[in-house]
């Protein structure tokens, strides 16, 4: 005859135990938004103000301004930062094997584009960075609606933006 084990119940967290698991997190939330935070303000404070963006004399009227490129850089880069969190705190990263190197193109490919196109005026460098900035975006909200509809709904900003952004470096490529 097999003897069965009894059910034990469940271990209770003591209170210094989720306290101190509070603090983990609280500190891997802050590094995950800080370093792709502080990365992109340092290429925007870096580079500047793009002079040869504010030259243009005919661009069209719903291209966007100059601080409002930069305004959404810094949000873009927020909200992507804290949907990859979200994914990796639900393990995403480590299920999803293609989750984290999309996340690590995408913050590259944002920080890249700013100098490159605004500043340096490598238009079509830029577009194409600019088109593969929008791919990843894109691979980046497939791969996290798998893990967190929350961080999927996070991301869908950040895809809008790209886009547009892709549609004002095709306009720049063609003026």
Known sequence: MIKQAA????VRARPEDKKARA????CSLLTAIA???SLTLFVIFKFGSGKRYRAMAHKPFWFPPLWLIHL???????LMSLAAWLVWVD??????SNALPLYVSQI???????PLELVMGAVGLGFLFCFLHFGTVFACYWNFRKVNP???DLVKPCLVWSGFLT??????LTL
């Open 35 to 37: 370093i792709p935070l």
């Open 150 to 152: 929350f961080a999927r």
């Open 108 to 114: 590259s490919l944002s920080i890249v584009w700013d």
């Open 91 to 96: 393990r995403g990263f480590h299920v999803n």
């Open 23 to 26: 603090k983990r997190a609280l």
């Open 7 to 10: 059910a034990q119940p469940p």
């Open 72 to 78: 959404a850089s810094i949000g873009t880069s927020f």
């Open 167 to 172: 549609i004002v470096s095709y306009k720049l």
